[in-house]
């Protein structure tokens, strides 16, 4: 079945500092994938989509692009400020649903 | 204002006990969704519904039962009720056919 792979569990950086956060996937297919991004208290909130049209999202200044020789979908910003805490989700879904699945999280605290 | 509304926020259960889990969504999706979140697996998706039909259920258990009285509703259900069944639980929407999946607040379930 459909797998999403994220291995940094958690992430510390200081404000201003360049965030990666590894995603990689496995289908029989090409996939829609998305990054969530999950605030304390609050459900999962959809930052980032990529389709295979697409390749690339860019969203309030984080960026992922779609890799299908990697199957990787990582998740970069340039300059990480404090309210960018929270865990950020990678996920997938086949075809035109809802069902997501999605990857384990990395929780992400950014000290000021 | 949240469009997907959860009542209630927080609920602590006895051991083989009964509870349901209201959903309302005000964005005039026609597929709903449930996905649970605990500390075993951040987030797994366990049904889908669409125009008020069971599309898809990732649920082995019987236990959970989905019921949709209105287009905007789906509640969660949830009978003999365990304390492995502590999670937080999800209710979700999207437009059929599209792929943008908007989550509730999520109603966390304690049961002792």
Known sequence: ?112 | DPKIIQKPKYLVAVTGSEKILICEQYLGHNAMYWYRQSAKKPLEFMFSYSYQKLMDNQTASSRFQPQSSKKNHLDLQITALKPDDSATYFCASSQQGNTEVFFGKGTRLTVV
Do not use: M
Request: glycine share 10%.
């Open chain 1, 1 to 112: 079945g459909d797998s999403v792979t994220q291995k940094q569990g958690q992430v510390t950086l200081s404000e201003d500092d360049f965030l990666f956060i590894n995603c990689t996937y496995s289908t029989t297919t090409y996939p829609t994938l998305f990054w969530y991004v999950q605030y304390p208290g609050q459900g999962p909130q959809l930052l980032l989509k990529v389709t295979t049209a697409n390749n690339k999202g860019i969203s309030r200044g984080f960026e992922a692009t779609y890799d299908k020789g990697t199957t990787s979908f990582h998740l970069q910003k340039a300059s990480v400020q404090e309210s960018d805490s929270a865990v950020y989700f990678c996920a997938l879904v086949e075809g035109n649903t809802g069902k997501l699945t999605f990857g384990d999280g990395t929780v992400l605290t950014v000290k000021p």
